[in-house]
């Protein structure tokens, strides 16, 4: 399939086929690139799984809702992160419904067809897939965790830093449109929680100004949130996100 | 290798050789069960990741530590559970400590080259292993999800809910013989929460004696958890917990 070549890019430079070379061969001829506005549905929860999904810009929210109405965001995925695994497996559908952020969001889809027979019979990439959906389970942990061991401006300063290495290649400007409601229910806070914490890393070298974040000090970012973490900062040497 | 009989026969109960007809054929075999007192070390957060480890009977925490001395709780695990994971991925290390909790407490080991060899050669093998992987990361999005969507009586509900399908097979009484303290932290409250928890539980016909938990009426345990939460009772067909 033909790429549009700033997509093409983009998708190359995605960390699941930058620290996987065996599923980047495998499965980026098979890649559809396509561009969404703000608002839009990507799936819905409950549909049939059909793609596994590549965010190659952009930001997209992934939320769940109880019977009795409650909506829960399981996940904020920006460049670099991949949703929608359900489409590994047969007969799957997706757990959550998955929508767009920001104008402009690149996404990529693998159809779960093209995928699953790749997987059945590719040993090496099979391995690979395994290794992100282990690195899935222990992102998961990881978050549960923090909501014991560290404050909400340390959890608001993990989540920063992460950017930091998926988003900035060496910029101190992240850019996270994203509505101060939806990042504090992603960090299990309330809102008014949220806009004290963004005042308790200001010592530490972080402005917000609207939907700009610039980080001036990332050393000092890390010593105030990764004490608190097991993992003690060796996410930054994660292979995926 | 030569089981035991009573060992082999908790083996193949064991849930993931239950649901994975292709996993238990190949890995069974391979098995080694071991019995464990109480507050014995299993495995060391950091260790090189040997085996894959199988819950036969009793139970076993999984702890993380930060580097400022926090512990956190990031499983409890009991009959049909699996850990050590990682031992799936080569030069991989266990990401926690796991310390039995209950004497008696008999674990599989299923050694880790065997595994990855099997899994390279096997496809069916290797799809039943992302299935199961893909279980434990919705498992920990889903308990994620309930720490904002749900009270603290409904989360505890919740994990005897679970219990009651994997542990009770058509009995009533769940032996937990895990310290109020760990239960709390495990399901993110204080102990004060728990057993304030357990006196809501009571007129839903839920009865706490030392370490032994009476569920008289799974259906109104099962109205009062499951609304408020978007699996709403699907989970309970899931097939690795």
Redesign the interface.
């Given at each position: 399939m033909k790429q549009d070549p700033i997509h093409s890019q983009l998708l190359n430079s995605h960390t699941l086929f930058q620290n996987h070379p065996a599923i980047s061969q495998a499965l980026a001829p098979h890649a559809q690139t396509k561009v969404y506005e703000k608002d839009d549905v990507v799936l819905r929860?409950g549909d049939a799984a059909t793609s596994l999904w590549l965010v190659l810009n952009g930001w997209v929210k992934l939320t769940?809702?109880?019977?009795?109405g409650?909506e829960?965001i399981?996940g904020l995925c920006t460049e670099g992160d991949v949703f929608g695994?359900?489409a590994?497996?047969s007969h799957a559908n997706y757990?959550?419904h998955a929508q767009t952020l920001s104008a402009q969001t690149k996404l990529a889809a693998i159809p779960a067809g093209v995928i699953r027979k790749l997987?059945?019979?590719n040993?090496t990439l099979?391995?690979s897939?395994?290794?992100l959906?282990?690195a899935?389970?222990?992102q998961?942990?990881l978050?549960?965790?923090q909501?014991?061991?560290m404050s909400a401006a340390q959890r608001l300063g993990c989540f920063l830093l992460r950017l930091c290495h998926t988003q900035a290649n060496g910029k101190k400007t992240l850019q996270i449109p994203v509505e101060k409601h939806i990042l504090a229910?992603y960090l299990?806070m309330k809102p008014e929680t949220l806009s004290r914490s963004q005042q308790q890393l200001k010592p530490l070298g972080i402005a917000v100004a609207g939907h700009d974040i610039t980080v001036d000090t990332i050393e000092k970012l890390r010593d105030f949130v990764?004490?608190?973490?097991?993992e003690?900062g060796s996410c930054e040497t994660e292979a995926v996100d």
């Open positions: 929860h769940r809702q109880t019977p009795d409650k829960s399981v695994e359900a590994l497996f757990p959550y997987i059945s019979e040993a099979s391995g897939i395994m290794a959906l282990n899935h389970t222990s998961a942990q978050k549960l965790e909501m014991s061991t229910a299990g990764c004490n608190s973490c097991s003690s």
